[in-house]
């Protein structure tokens, strides 16, 4: 099994750019997640994927963010533009039964971006 | 208030003793709980889950569940310089899969 895959691994930009991070979760998970990762707030869940389709965004800072998840190998985290204070290492992790008795999450190993 | 709580730390504890890492929640329908082990510049990875009130051991490891409370716990024996990490609690809300972390416990293990 080969984990949760993310690409890139780190990711620098400059203010205004348009910055997309990929994500391919562990074959037959059901469920998809995005975490956003800093010093100051630590980690906070941007969205979350059941087969597919988003169930909470609630997370998502404002309308420079979106994403999405076109089949079940893989997903999108896009930032337009973005910001300095988007810096940050975005976690993708997935999955496999929801509620009531989550499974664990399985991490990726991160993508760390930096906007200047 | 925080939804899931932790002691930033750092804790200090010597090789080979227990090290306790607390964590209070304020959901009171939390079903599923879950602590994770991050070194630095890594992805967080899991150490146990605990779903029912009490203990649950695994190896060198403690997970310790009181839903009454709002708390759980993880003890840690014969602790190893390798231990040294950041601990992250993570709980999910009541009637869906939102994992929320707490900010963690930056452990440290003096040989």
């Known amino acids: 099994d080969a984990g949760v895959i993310q690409s890139p691994r780190h990711e620098v930009t400059e203010m205004g750019q348009e910055v997309t991070l990929r994500c391919k979760p562990i074959s037959g998970h059901d469920y998809l997640f995005w975490y956003r990762q800093t010093m100051m707030r630590g980690l906070e869940l941007l969205i979350y994927?059941?087969?597919?389709?988003?169930?909470?965004d609630s997370g998502m800072p404002e309308d420079r963010f979106s994403a999405k998840m076109p089949n079940a190998s893989f997903s999108t985290l896009k930032i337009q533009p973005s910001e300095p204070r988007d810096s940050a290492v975005y976690f993708c992790?997935?999955?496999?039964?929801?509620?009531?008795?989550?499974?664990?999450?399985?991490f990726g190993n991160g993508t760390r971006l930096t906007v200047t | 208030q925080k939804e899931v709580e932790q002691n930033s730390g750092p804790l200090s504890v010597p090789e080979g003793a227990i090290a306790s890492l607390n964590c209070t929640y304020s959901?009171?329908?939390?079903?599923?709980f879950f602590w994770y082990r991050q070194y630095s510049g890594k992805s967080p990875e899991l150490i146990m889950f605990i779903y029912s009130n009490g203990d649950k051991e695994d190896g060198r490891f403690t997970a310790q569940l009181n839903k009454a409370s709002q708390y759980v716990s993880l003890l840690i024996r014969d602790s190893q310089p390798s231990d040294s990490a950041t601990y992250l609690c993570?709980?999910?809300?009541?009637?869906?899969?939102?994992?929320?972390f707490g900010t963690g416990t930056r452990l440290t293990i003096i040989p």
């Open positions: 959901d009171r329908g939390s079903q599923s």
């Open positions: 993570a709980v999910t809300n009541f009637g869906n899969e939102k994992l929320t």
């Open positions: 992790a997935s999955s496999l039964q929801g509620f009531p008795y989550n499974s664990p999450l399985h």
């Open positions: 994927f059941n087969n597919n389709v988003p169930i909470d």
